[in-house]
């Protein structure tokens, strides 16, 4: 069991080398076979047009990685239950089984030229459904982990078997949250590896050692990614990495108790997913008006005149300084 935090950040630079390395061959098989994004066509501009056709589907770049290096180090610990490595295999099935859920929702997308809009949201939903149902059943009835810390309390808040219906409320928003979150070079990746981190430290407080590794293990494949989908861009995560990275924070928070804080670790993809559902909820009700340019909010401060990297990096300092505050109320 690795308890060290040097020993657990350099599972983060492992994991970058591997993604980096095969992430050029990756690339080229993607353009290869013509996997290219369709960007929406509200944005359609000269700057945008350059990026029609980057190929998508990118987080297949940082889940291979992930899983390879989580199954080798835990490989003896999941046959041992009494090493307690099973615990991870929650948030890494998780990760698996959205992944797969994004690549369909990806290639129906890439199949609808024009549109591009993938599947159908009832489709999608109920199977978002079914897999947080597994997962959250698994985090409460077989892992028994803590239900809920709330800051400056250092005792558990029991929920009972309301646990799991809120458990599935917060993967699902998770992953929705980051798939919204998903739409400028890098500001995805960005966003996802600061709130790991925040939760990786958090774990090493707490003694959660192997969800320590995970996190961190995630952290270095994120920032392998970033090295090819920083502006400009050479390919784009896509649903695949999207729904995966946010269902599995929504896990990795749960299994730390501490996931109270994640609307704030979490801030920018809270406030996206909000940006949508005001949005979708005032033009409804006005019969067409709008509260935002455009939703998600980083599509409405670039029609405002924000540079795509203004956006990126603002949003990015917004997520780090409250990833701290995240952190600090979990360890008071």
């Known amino acids: 069991m690795i308890r060290e935090p040097s020993a657990v950040l350099?599972?983060?630079v492992i994991s970058f080398l591997l993604t980096v390395i095969w992430g050029a061959p990756l690339i080229r098989l993607l353009r290869a076979i013509k996997v290219g994004d369709n960007i929406r066509l509200e944005l359609r501009d000269k700057s945008k047009d350059l990026k029609f056709g980057t190929p998508t589907m990118g987080g297949v770049?940082?889940?291979?990685?992930?899983?390879?290096i989580t199954g080798l180090l835990n490989a003896v610990n999941l046959l041992n239950p009494e090493l307690g490595?099973?615990?991870v295999l929650v948030p890494l099935l998780t990760m698996i089984f959205f992944a797969a859920l994004g690549f369909m929702d990806d290639r129906s997308k890439l199949r609808d030229k024009e549109g591009?809009?993938?599947?159908?949201?009832?489709y999608k939903f109920l199977l978002q459904m079914l897999i947080t149902g597994g997962t959250a059943i698994a985090l409460y009835v077989?892992?028994?982990?803590?239900?809920?810390?709330?800051?400056?309390?250092?005792?558990?808040?029991?929920?009972?078997?309301f646990y799991i219906p809120i458990a599935m409320f917060i993967i699902i928003g998770s992953a929705n949250a980051v798939n919204f979150t998903d739409g400028m070079d890098g500001l995805g990746g960005l966003i996802s590896a600061t709130a790991f981190a925040a939760y990786g430290g958090i774990s090493l407080v707490q003694g959660q050692s192997f969800l320590a590794q995970f996190c961190f293990t995630i952290v270095g494949a994120l920032f392998g990614f970033l090295w090819y989908n920083v502006h400009p861009a050479q390919l784009i995560m896509g649903d695949t990495g999207s729904m995966a990275l946010g269902s599995t924070l929504g896990v990795v928070a749960l299994m730390t108790g501490q996931w109270a804080i994640l609307p704030i670790i979490a801030i920018i993809p809270v406030s996206e997913i909000l940006s949508v559902i005001i949005q979708v909820l005032y033009f409804k009700a006005t019969g067409g008006k709008r509260v935002f340019k455009m939703s998600p909010i980083h599509y409405h401060f670039e029609l405002s005149g924000w540079?795509?990297?203004?956006?990126?990096?603002?949003?990015w300092l917004i997520s780090l300084l409250f990833a701290i505050i995240g952190v600090a109320l979990a360890v008071i």
């Open 61 to 68: 770049m940082f889940i291979l990685p992930i899983v390879l």
């Open 85 to 87: 490595g099973r615990s």
């Open 116 to 122: 591009g809009e993938g599947m159908k949201s009832r």
């Open 142 to 161: 077989i892992l028994d982990v803590p239900n809920l810390f709330l800051p400056g309390l250092d005792f558990e808040i029991g929920l009972g078997w």
């Open 10 to 12: 350099a599972l983060a």
């Open 307 to 315: 540079s795509e990297t203004q956006v990126v990096q603002r949003f």
